[in-house]
């Protein structure tokens, strides 16, 4: 598996999101732990989770504690293997989605998050979406105190314009070491974001980047020359896409979301696809 840097961090230069093994339509543990496992032996160093990844109310952190089971029994060496979960959204159990950013919060969360994950520091802990009713500032400074107290190792931010990058980064003494915006075939709203990353040095994290769970395993229909270039070197259409996000600059580390062993494979398989500039250019305009 080739490799990328998040911070101070090396990561496999493709992630897991493992949101879909908690959320609504969840499968059983153990084709979680299963899946887990498969991305564990496929190289896979960077795993992506979050309190609020849970279907229902009085089970926050699931997907945290069920990362965590995971590792414990994998029967590979696991110390090279960076968690990143975040904290400020939340989930009251009635499939809605709600924020709190405030300091206090914060602080409360990330205690919770690592009880979960049964660690003494979090490796990347995120700011998982900005809160309306709270200053960014705030927020951010509250995560700077948590990097300082030595709780977590690095700070990410998440579903943030390029301003709020800028002044995060600021407010952190120049340590914000990701940005996880939205980014797919079907979003690519986050291009400026993506830049500024390259330009700051810091990974940017596409979440969703086969489009989410409804759109993943139909995207060579809705995107012909993602299916084209597939076809051609005899892929599948989602390895193409991964390919693609990873060629828009160093930076980048995608996160897909899995639920099966054999879809984490196909997309730790993507950092092995060389794709060509006219390629690129293809998909780039499709």
């Known amino acids: 598996m080739r490799t990328r840097r998040i911070g101070d961090a090396e990561v496999s230069a493709i992630g897991l999101g493992a949101m879909p093994m908690s959320i609504e339509g969840r499968p059983d543990e153990a084709r979680s732990i299963a899946t887990i496992h498969a991305a564990l032996d496929a190289g896979v160093t960077l795993v992506d989770t979050a309190d609020a990844y849970h279907s229902y109310a009085g089970e926050v952190g699931h997907n945290e504690s069920l990362i965590a089971r995971a590792l414990a029994g994998y029967g590979g060496d696991t110390t090279g293997v960076l968690i990143a979960t975040k904290g400020g959204h939340l989930r009251p159990g009635d499939g809605s989605w709600t924020v709190n950013g405030s300091p206090a919060y914060l602080e409360q969360a990330c205690d919770a998050s690592l009880k979960r994950l049964g660690v003494d520091a979090i490796g990347l802990y995120q700011f998982h979406r900005p809160d309306p009713k709270v200053p960014f500032a705030d927020s951010i400074g509250a995560l700077r105190d948590l990097l300082d107290a030595g709780k977590i190792r690095m700070v990410g931010i998440s579903n943030v314009s390029p301003e709020q990058i800028r002044q995060a980064n600021e407010i952190l003494?120049?340590?914000?070491?990701?940005?996880?915006?939205?980014?797919?075939?079907?979003?690519?709203?986050?291009?400026?974001?993506?830049?500024?990353?390259?330009?700051?040095?810091?990974?940017?994290?596409?979440?969703?980047?086969?489009?989410?769970?409804?759109?993943?395993?139909?995207?060579?229909?809705?995107?012909?020359?993602?299916?084209?270039?597939?076809?051609?070197?005899?892929?599948?259409?989602?390895?193409?896409?991964?390919?693609?996000?990873?060629?828009?600059?160093?930076?980048?580390?995608?996160?897909?979301?899995?639920?099966?062993?054999?879809?984490?494979?196909?997309?730790?398989?993507?950092?092995?696809?060389?794709?060509?500039?006219?390629?690129?250019?293809?998909?780039?305009?499709?």
């Open 173 to 286: 003494g120049g340590r914000l070491a990701s940005v996880q915006n939205q980014f797919s075939p079907a979003v690519r709203d986050s291009e400026a974001a993506l830049r500024l990353c390259a330009e700051l040095g810091i990974a940017f994290l596409p979440w969703s980047p086969l489009g989410g769970r409804s759109v993943a395993g139909v995207l060579g229909t809705r995107f012909a020359a993602f299916a084209e270039i597939a076809r051609a070197h005899e892929v599948s259409p989602q390895r193409v896409c991964l390919a693609w996000l990873l060629a828009k600059g160093p930076a980048v580390i995608p996160i897909p979301g899995s639920t099966r062993p054999e879809t984490i494979r196909d997309s730790a398989a993507a950092a092995e696809l060389a794709l060509s500039a006219g390629e690129l250019a293809r998909l780039d305009a499709s």
